[in-house]
C-alpha cells in the first residue's frame, strides 16, 4: 500500500516539472489530493474556472500504471470534452483554454486505487 502510494506521488511530481517546464502557467492545483481513494466508479471534479478570467489548461490523474481511469473537461450544460482514458498516469492539454469548464477524473475500473487529480490554472487579461 505504502508502495503504491509512494509510486503516485512520484509519479504527479514528475508530471508537475515536466509540465512546469512547457506549460508556463500560473497556479498549479490539486482537485483530488495525492492518495486519494477512489472507489470502482467513483470520480473527483473540480470548480468551474473563469472566476476573475482564470481557465483549467490541463487534467492530469496520477496513479498506478495498471490502474484505469480517466480524465475529462465538463461544460457548464454538463456535455464532456478531450475525454481520454487509459491505464497509468493520464495527462491531457486542452488546445484551446477560454472557455468555461470543470476538470473531472474518474475510476473506470472494477478495483479500488489511490490516485490524485491536477491540474494547471492560467490567468488570462479579462475583455
Known amino acids: 500500500m505504502q508502495r503504491l502510494l509512494a509510486a503516485v506521488t512520484l509519479v504527479a ?23 486519494e481513494w477512489f472507489s470502482p466508479g467513483e470520480g473527483y471534479g473540480s470548480t468551474y474556472d473563469h472566476q476573475a478570467c482564470w481557465f483549467w489548461i490541463d487534467n492530469n490523474f496520477a496513479k498506478g500504471p495498471s490502474a484505469w481511469g480517466l480524465v475529462t473537461f465538463i461544460n457548464p450544460s454538463g456535455g464532456w470534452s478531450y475525454t481520454r482514458q487509459a ?11 477560454t472557455w468555461q469548464k470543470k476538470l473531472h477524473c474518474k475510476n473506470n475500473s472494477g478495483a479500488a486505487y489511490q490516485a490524485g487529480c491536477f491540474a494547471y490554472l492560467r490567468q488570462y487579461p479579462c475583455a
Do not use: E, K
Request: net charge positive; aromatic share 12%; glycine share 14%.
Open 87 to 97: 491505464y497509468g498516469n493520464i495527462f491531457r492539454v486542452l488546445p484551446s483554454h
Open 13 to 35: 511530481a514528475l508530471a508537475l516539472g515536466a509540465v512546469a517546464v512547457n506549460a508556463h502557467a500560473d497556479t498549479w492545483r490539486g482537485y483530488a489530493g495525492p492518495g
